[in-house]
């Protein structure tokens, strides 16, 4: 359903790069830290524009695969102001652009937090699937469905239940849309507290790594992603625990999420799903030490969406 590339590279040269930006005790000034994977030793030169494409660095050599370069007082992110810088690398003869974004999560008091103020979600969860063309889904396609968050003042977005097409992304780090990103992980066929689910069959645990480890990799210079889910209505079980762990390892710049882990340790944000208003009002009653966050709860099916208004 979307579209594949084959590439050829030459044998010397940037096979991968990831940044993360990170900022000070006042949410001012910044920290980026840019990684290379470089085959054949060539030489890496960053440059950085900021979004009206004037030169904030150029031509910083990137020794070793490794640079820390200061950044001072740069346009922050946020689904308000989703300021877009430009990162340039040159490798060798070839050239890479990506657009990056100044902005740090964090959970303090058990809020989450974007540039050290709390947000409000105020979120939907979205199948790619379109009317006319099934699971195929056009940018344009994609930007009608940011239009119509906009207009509903809909700012965050949950990935049900898999990685989206990359172009999906893109719009939400330009338009601003907060988004959970989940890992292609969904069995509740299998059913709950069962010992043969997946989560718990040691012959399952690679596939719920790679999964969730692949998805990490790829999209992780997001500023749109405030949060990794680690699936949808898989169970729990030592699959989740090693994935909660690898996701840390990966990224230690956002919170994890995973509906099934309840409230234990594996999951940073207590995520339940058709949770009764009620119960929900008991739990944030009762100092949680975890934020609150719903990621379902109202599903319309035909004629069946009775009760949203108690949300």
Request: proline fraction near 5%; charge should be neutral.
């Amino acid at each position: 359903f979307r579209d594949v590339w084959l590439v050829a590279e030459a044998k010397a040269g940037l096979r991968d790069f990831h940044v993360t930006t990170d900022l000070d005790a006042a949410y001012v000034d910044a920290t980026l830290e840019i990684a290379c994977d470089v085959a054949g030793n060539a030489p890496v030169a960053a440059t950085l524009l900021d979004p009206a494409g004037r030169t904030v660095f150029a031509d910083v050599a990137v020794a070793a695969g490794k640079a820390s370069i200061a950044v001072k007082a740069p346009a922050l992110w946020t689904c308000e102001t989703p300021n877009l810088y430009t990162l340039v690398l040159k490798a060798g003869g070839d050239v890479f652009a990506r657009k990056i974004g100044f902005r740090k999560v964090e959970i303090k008091d058990s809020v989450l937090l974007v540039n050290g103020r709390r947000i409000l979600v105020k979120g939907t969860d979205r199948h790619e699937m379109m009317p006319a063309t099934g699971y195929t889904c056009t940018k344009a396609d994609m930007e009608k469905d940011i239009a119509v968050f906009k207009q509903l003042n809909v700012n965050a977005v949950r990935t049900s239940h898999y990685p989206n097409d990359p172009t999906w992304y893109d719009l939400c780090d330009r338009h601003g849309i907060w988004v959970t990103c989940e890992a292609n992980m969904e069995a509740h066929d299998m059913g709950y507290n069962k010992t043969n689910s997946f989560a718990k069959l040691p012959e399952w645990r690679n596939a719920h790594l790679e999964r969730g480890g692949r998805m990490v990799s790829v999209f992780r210079d997001h500023p749109s992603i405030i949060v990794w889910s680690m699936g949808n209505e898989s169970d729990f079980g030592p699959a989740f625990e090693k994935l909660y762990r690898l996701m840390h390892e990966m990224d230690a710049t956002r919170p994890v999420q995973y509906e099934q882990a309840h409230d234990n340790a594996f999951t940073d944000i207590r995520c339940p799903m058709y949770t009764r208003t009620w119960d929900c009002a008991a739990y944030v009653k009762n100092n949680p030490s975890k934020p609150f966050i719903l990621c379902e709860y109202t599903h319309a099916m035909g004629n069946s969406n009775g009760g949203i208004q108690k949300y």
